[in-house]
Nanobody, 125 residues
Framework: QLQLVESGGGLVQPGESLRLSCAMS????????IGWFRQAPGKDREGISC???????FYAPSVGGRFSISRENAKNVVYLQMNSLKSEDTAVYYC???????????????????WGQGTQVTVSS
């Protein structure tokens, strides 16, 4: 069974950057698609970026051009670099792993076989 632990959240001002990390442990991750999701109070969980086993990526329109996802399979870590943060990016951010999912499906339908506990990101002046 996979375990996922997010880190790197915090309080930043608009326009600043953060890098989230998702450290994973358990069986081989080679066949898993990994995604970042967020959920703001009163809103549905949103798939913002997903990365497949071959490096294919998906970004939600709300974060395209500002966020970048990457994975280091050797270290079992997936990163989410978030630049030019806005107040509307405030949410709890989760990482998830889904076995052999297409990135568009995983992000578009918030699919995940395993989930982390989440890390809070607050963007406020």
């Amino acid at each position: 069974q996979l375990q996922l632990v997010e880190s790197g959240g915090g309080l930043v001002q608009p326009g600043e950057s953060l890098r989230l990390s998702c450290a994973m442990s358990g069986p081989s991750l080679d066949y898993y698609t990994i995604g970042w999701f967020r959920q703001a109070p009163g809103k549905d969980r949103e798939g913002i970026s997903c990365i497949g086993r071959h490096g294919e990526v998906f970004y939600a329109p709300s974060v395209g051009g500002r966020f970048s996802i990457s994975r280091e399979n050797a270290k079992n870590v997936v990163y989410l670099q978030m630049n030019s943060l806005k107040s509307e990016d405030t949410a709890v951010y989760y990482c998830a792993a889904a076995f052999s999912r297409v990135v568009q499906d995983m992000c578009g339908q918030a699919l995940g076989d395993y989930w982390g506990q989440g890390t809070q990101v607050t963007v406020s002046s």
